[in-house]
């Protein structure tokens, strides 16, 4: 991925991103780059070099003139959240980059489909289970205990949350489709949110949880990453945002097919 010369200013909000070699952490890096400074969490150094960016400084005026040294404001962080001391690592090397966090965004996840019969599926869920849940969860946990506990008025002031990628699949039965795991995983990232949403509340500390169907493949990443940024500037806590397509879509789809048109181009990421 190439620079970028517009870069987020000084104030903007600085969120800790875990997955960010994924799909909807790509699309979070790529789209809202210049309206956070992230500190981006991949799996492998290989992941973090791919998507590394710096802010490139020139003076208009003096155009030729060398640029200062960049100020980073994507600060690439690789650690592995199968390892138990990750999270505490993470929290501080974001901290130590920023000097403060005002969001944390939680779309790490880990795929493991299989069948709640199989014995070897049944022994791999545990892992599951820490990487897409109680990892990502002590990663919040410490960000709290290293920085927000102390400043409730300036958290509220801030706006300062958490935002759980969970998904539809947390509530819905896709029957003989394997997803036992991957559905466990996401139900109790739900309830944790809620349940962590009444414990940081007297902190100021917002905890919200995003729960989106497919994408892109039945919601687009834009819509995702909308609902992203509300939950992120509102005030709510404790809710479970669905994001899924709107009602109408189907509608307007069908009025086209009975008049005998194609449907129009969408285009997405």
Request: contains cysteine.
């Amino acid at each position: 991925m190439t620079d970028r010369k517009s870069a987020a200013t000084d104030d903007a909000r600085v969120c800790l991103l875990l997955g960010a070699g994924g799909r909807l952490g790509r699309n979070f890096c790529r789209y809202l780059g210049t309206r956070y400074r992230i500190a981006a969490v991949y799996r492998t150094a290989g992941d973090a070099d791919a998507v590394r960016r710096q802010e490139r400084v020139i003076d208009p005026l003096v155009p030729d003139r060398p640029p200062p040294e960049p100020r980073t404001y994507f600060y690439p962080i690789v650690a592995d959240l199968a390892d138990p001391y990750s999270a505490k690592r993470v929290a501080e090397l974001a901290l130590a980059a920023f000097g403060h966090i005002d969001l944390v965004v939680n779309a790490a996840v880990h795929y493991d489909l299989g069948p709640g019969t199989s014995t070897e599926f049944l022994e791999r869920l545990p892992y599951q289970l820490v990487i897409n849940v109680v990892r990502p969860l002590q990663v919040a946990v410490e960000v709290y205990r290293q920085s927000w506990q102390a400043t409730p008025e300036e958290n509220r002031r801030n706006r300062r949350n958490v935002i759980n990628l969970s998904s539809v699949a947390a509530f819905n039965l896709y029957p003989d489709s394997g997803r036992l795991g991957y559905s466990a995983c996401k139900a109790a990232l739900t309830m944790a949110s809620r349940h962590l949403a009444s414990e940081l509340e007297p902190a100021g500390i917002r905890v919200n949880a995003l729960a989106p169907n497919t994408f892109p493949g039945i919601v687009s990443v834009q819509q995702v990453l909308a609902a992203l940024c509300d939950l992120d500037s509102g005030s709510t806590t404790g809710e479970v945002r669905v994001v899924d397509r709107d009602p109408t879509d189907s509608i307007r789809r069908e009025e086209t097919k009975k008049k005998g048109d194609s449907a129009p181009c969408r285009t997405g990421p």
